[in-house]
């Protein structure tokens, strides 16, 4: 029992939920979007500073969470932060993949960065606990609707 | 009733006397399950189910599934409709429910006794027929900040078509309705109250008799919302003065599907049909459709037959054991279980009202609700976690979710006891 608990909250985790980095609202950010999970209360606003060259140069976030999703959010603004909009799309449509579906049915979303990818592997522990899902890409959720320029996702 | 596996005994230590919860929990084949359990590479054995979230939907008694099968097999037809032998009979076992239902709430009429899907339809037919049709933009509903959603949306649609207002009564810090702010609320163009009659989230007991009163006394009608009350205590409509009231059958162990509006005769007869269909109707035409008198105006179509019945059957249950004894037992639980969870640190009661039925919700320092519920649930004790369906609730404590333990007839000390372990457990765990 405690091996799968382990597996789903490893330290990692637990550290980026206590301590979550870029927890705060970046005064030149130009995208923001919010994102909500009905089932449980939580909300997260994500915050982008885009530059004309697409590149997501500062990637913050405000809000309050489960363990799990402000891990997720707090590890999101780290590995975002630097890829172009298609490079973060890619990342959230692979780890998307990583959290919802075995090995053998994962997709091919381009070219993605797979030194990221290998960190946020500590999330994929919510497979087992598909009610967790949610949790771990709500903060993600909101950093596409934000790149795509619209206010509001739910992890619903 | 011989078929009630259950006996009552003899008292044990210091337990309301004579109530068996072993018996009990003998008629529900369900607790006997484990969770949890793994084979493989790793095998490990299920833990025995704590189930703790009958609030959001209770186990079932072996004399509902059974009751249930037994008709599917022996008496099923549709009803109200066929002369052969099997629709009279599976009519008559309908319409016996109904009867059921008025003397379980003490009703004045069985007619006033509208079958619905669940408490959630039934809020919604008073809201559609009753509110739509007789009230008009500027006029005032009174609701609480404690309702479910169910008692908040519907009347929030009658406020987007007709131009109604909410107004809402605050609870205090315990999570007692503030009855003098309720007084205050009123004024002329106050024409409904609908309020709970049992908090899902803090237990509170609302005093049912006396919102009535209050509210009669300017000639305001009240529905009240009594999906949890009807399952933790006596519910005697007449005493009570509701005009409306409505519960559902799966909390009440019974099956989904299958909710009551209890209503005032001379109401309903004035209220137009809320959805239309078959088995509703005294005659159509095109020229013009004339509409069957209550309740049958309100039950279009084909209703939960077999629901209908495992609710009858459910009410039975709860009968053969006796709403005082039920009651007698989740207070010496609520008891117990408080005084084991407030023994850990960092752990907060949201909802203390005296006299509150066997919930307990409560948030730990340090530690999501979410989190919370899935560490213990590897413990095999199943909690609800979240918002309960009652976000302004959430708000108004500050909090963002919660974890809410629910108690019923079948559960035990031991359970108590494995939910206050298991806390500690979650707060080792995360280091709270």
Known sequence: MMDELRELYQEVILDHGKNPRNLRHPPDANRMARGENPMCGDKFTVYLKVNPDRIVEDVAFEGRGCAISTASASMMTELVKGKTEEEARVLFATFHDLCTKDEDEHHDHGPVDEEALEKLMVLSGVRQFPVRVKCATLAWHAMSAAIEGEDKASSE | ?432
């Open chain 2, 1 to 432: 009733m011989s078929d009630i596996a259950h006996t009552l005994a003899k008292d044990s230590g210091g337990r309301p006397a004579g109530y068996d919860v072993e018996r009990i929990r003998a008629d529900f084949p369900i607790l006997s399950r484990t969770v949890h359990e793994r084979t493989g590479k790793k095998p490990q054995p299920g833990k025995p189910l704590v189930y703790l979230d009958s609030g959001a939907s209770a186990q079932k008694p072996r004399h509902v599934i059974d009751t249930m099968t037994r008709f599917l097999e022996e008496d099923y037809a549709n009803i109200h409709r066929g002369v052969h032998f099997l629709s009279q009979r599976a009519t008559d076992r309908f319409e016996a429910v109904r009867d059921k239902v008025a003397a379980f709430l003490n009703a004045p009429s069985r007619d006033g006794i509208v079958f619905t899907r669940n408490a959630t339809e039934a809020i919604n037919l008073v809201a559609s027929s009753y509110a739509r049709t007789f009230l008009e933009r500027g006029d005032e509903i009174i609701v609480s900040v404690m309702e479910h959603h169910a008692n908040i949306v519907p009347w929030q649609l009658v406020q987007m078509e007709k131009g109604v207002v909410l107004k809402v009564v605050p609870v205090d810090e315990a999570g007692v309705l503030d009855l003098d702010a309720y007084r205050a609320l009123f004024g002329p163009r106050t024409k409904l109250v609908a309020l709970t009659h049992c908090s899902n989230v803090l237990g509170t007991v609302t005093p049912a008799k006396e919102i009535v009163r209050i509210a009669h006394e300017r000639g305001v009608p009240v529905l009240l919302d009594g999906s949890q009350a009807v399952v933790h205590s006596t519910v005697d409509v007449q005493d009570i003065g509701a005009d409306f009231y409505v519960f559902t059958g799966h909390k009440l162990y019974g099956p989904t599907g299958i909710g009551v509006l209890c209503a005032r005769l001379d109401l309903l007869k004035k209220m137009p049909p809320f959805m239309g269909g078959g088995d509703m109707i005294q005659s159509v035409s095109f020229n013009g459709t004339t509409f069957k008198e209550p309740p049958m105006r309100f039950e279009p179509g084909t209703p939960p037959i077999a629901e209908a019945i495992g609710l009858g059957a459910a009410i039975d249950y709860v009968e053969s054991i006796g709403r005082e004894a039920i009651a007698a037992h989740e207070h010496d639980l609520l008891t117990y279980a408080t005084k084991r969870l407030t023994e850990i640190e960092g752990l907060r009661i949201i909802g203390t009202a005296p006299g509150k039925a066997a919930i307990i919700s409560f948030v730990v320092d340090g530690v999501h609700p979410h989190d919370l519920g899935t560490v213990v649930d590897q413990y095999g004790v199943a909690v609800r976690v979240g918002q309960h369906c009652a976000e302004p609730l959430m708000e108004r404590f500050g909090v963002g979710s919660t974890a809410r333990a629910s108690f019923a007839l079948y559960n035990t000390r031991a359970e108590a006891d494995a939910l206050a372990d298991a806390v500690k457990a979650v707060k080792e765990f995360f280091g709270a």
